[in-house]
């Protein structure tokens, strides 16, 4: 099916684990994007992706690291989970985030415990 | 750098009043987009609207409107006659380039 997916939807983990979301676009979209939603908050961006291989810190990048060797996904892993991470993250791709609209995919809750 | 500010937190209204959503925005750019985004309680985010910098028209679709307005750097969202279907969290956004940044968003809830 064309679109984009995250996987898990949901994750718990424990503090100092490393944990990867994945996300997974059908578009060809050369941005991607990974966001994080708190209440208070709203959507803050982590890191975004112009091409394969190219990735950039967006506002809260600290604890997160990203890949990109693909243009069809882009995972994020929290390479030792804390508290504060917990929150539910989206990825979004976009054709070209300065003119056209981002797509999301479904979200993925992790509870860091 | 980019911000966007939406100053109401939480807004509750009766089937059938008229809302509007505000959105403030800050850019030292010229040439930017605005969006407003909807997330129903199911959790997924919906496209509603894209604005570039240079077209300050006022756009009307259905029972929305959106008034962007550069002189106050503001692009606010009206729903007229709001339904129960309404109810949901409106996001603003403003993108330049690479990176697309959002509001805290408005928590909309519309009584029966």
């Known amino acids: 099916d064309a679109g984009i997916t995250q996987s898990p939807r949901y994750k718990i983990t424990e503090t100092g684990r490393q944990v990867t979301l994945m996300c997974h676009q059908t578009?060809?979209?050369?941005?991607m994007f990974w966001y994080r939603q708190d209440l208070g908050h709203g959507l803050r961006l982590i890191y975004y992706?112009?091409?394969?291989?190219?990735?950039d810190k967006g506002e809260v990048p600290d604890g997160y690291v990203v890949s990109r060797s693909k243009t069809e996904n882009f995972p994020l892993t929290l390479e030792s989970a804390t508290r504060s991470q917990t929150s539910v993250y989206f990825c979004?791709?976009?054709?070209?985030?300065?003119?056209?609209?981002?797509?999301f995919g479904q979200g993925t809750r992790l509870t860091v415990v | 750098a980019q911000k966007v500010t939406q100053a109401q937190t939480e807004i509750s209204v009766v089937e059938k009043e008229d809302v509007t959503l505000d959105c403030v925005y800050e850019?030292?750019?010229?040439?930017?987009?605005l969006f407003w985004y909807k997330q129903p309680p199911s959790g997924e985010l919906v496209f509603l609207i894209r604005r570039n910098s240079f077209d300050e028209q006022n756009e009307i679709s259905g029972r929305y409107s959106w008034n962007f307005q550069k002189s106050t750097s503001s692009f606010n969202f009206t729903i007229t006659a709001s339904q129960v279907v309404d109810s949901a969290v409106y996001f603003c956004a403003l993108s330049k380039y690479n990176d697309m940044r959002f509001g805290a968003g408005t928590r909309l809830t519309v009584k029966p």
């Open positions: 979004a791709s976009s054709e070209n985030p300065g003119q056209r609209e981002a797509f």
């Open positions: 850019t030292r750019d010229t040439t930017y987009y």
């Open positions: 992706s112009a091409a394969a291989d190219i990735t």
């Open positions: 578009w060809s979209h050369s941005y």
